[in-house]
């Protein structure tokens, strides 16, 4: 069983609209939470980064949050755009320096 | 400074052969890690190099292996092929070893095996 999941598999959204990303994780013990954006035959890109600490990070139209208590993350796209289309991915650090990877979220934007 | 760079970018081989893909690091960083990408089972890590040094494996066969040579750039092997390897093979590098270090990735490998 994976111990980062993420939801939901894939999403098609209407450009301009929002969207929320999730991710519930079980892993500890927990060091920090990044999501990655990966564009179509190319590698993942860092967008977020969130410690222990922190509940909210934003980039641009990316916002995450975390609840550590719970363990759940979210990726909220706001506005969203055509070249927003991509794998999500959360990745969650340990303070032993392994990584735990969600299978990714497939978002496409509409035009 | 330049991204993480990985050749070659799309690679055929059949059952039974063996390849070796490249990587080379963002200048400065001597950490590189290697991933395999399918679709069905996500970013899978491989291993991890630090200053020619094994420090972290995944759980994968022996089949597969790497290096990393004193410039930090790095090389992963995997020997008799089989199709379940057909994947997107990535690289990703940073400056030190640790959970606080974020990883750039390159655009990847993507090996066809037949």
């Known amino acids: 069983k994976n111990q980062v999941e993420q939801s939901p598999q894939s999403l098609i959204i209407l450009e301009g609209k929002n969207c929320t990303l999730q991710?519930?994780?079980?892993?500890?013990?927990?060091?920090?939470l990044r999501w990655y954006k990966q564009d179509t035959g190319r590698g993942p890109v860092s967008l977020t980064i969130m410690t222990f600490s922190e509940n909210t990070k934003s980039n641009g139209r990316y916002t995450a949050t975390l609840d550590a208590d719970t363990k759940q993350s979210s990726l909220h796209i706001t506005a969203s755009q055509l070249s927003d289309s991509a794998s999500y991915i959360c990745?969650?650090?340990?303070?032993?320096?392994?990584?735990?990877f969600g299978a990714g979220t497939r978002l496409t934007v509409k035009p | 400074k330049a991204g993480v760079t990985q050749t070659p970018r799309y690679l055929i081989k059949t059952r039974g052969q063996q390849v070796t893909l490249s990587c080379s690091p963002i200048?400065?960083?001597?950490?590189v890690s290697w991933y395999q990408q399918t679709p069905g089972q996500g970013l899978q890590f491989l291993f991890e190099?630090?200053?020619?040094?094994?420090?972290n494996k995944g759980n994968f066969p022996g089949r597969f292996s790497g290096r990393q040579f004193s410039n930090s750039r790095s090389e992963m092997n995997v020997s008799t092929l089989e199709l379940g390897d057909s994947a997107l093979y990535l690289c990703?590098?940073?400056?030190?070893?640790?959970?606080?270090?974020?990883?750039?990735f390159g655009p990847g490998t993507r090996l066809l095996v037949l």
């Open positions: 200048s400065g960083h001597r950490s």
């Open positions: 991710c519930n994780y079980t892993v500890s013990p927990f060091s920090n």
């Open positions: 990745v969650v650090s340990l303070n032993n320096n392994d990584m735990r």
């Open positions: 990703a590098s940073r400056p030190q070893v640790g959970p606080q270090e974020t990883q750039y």
């Open positions: 190099y630090f200053s020619e040094t094994q420090r």
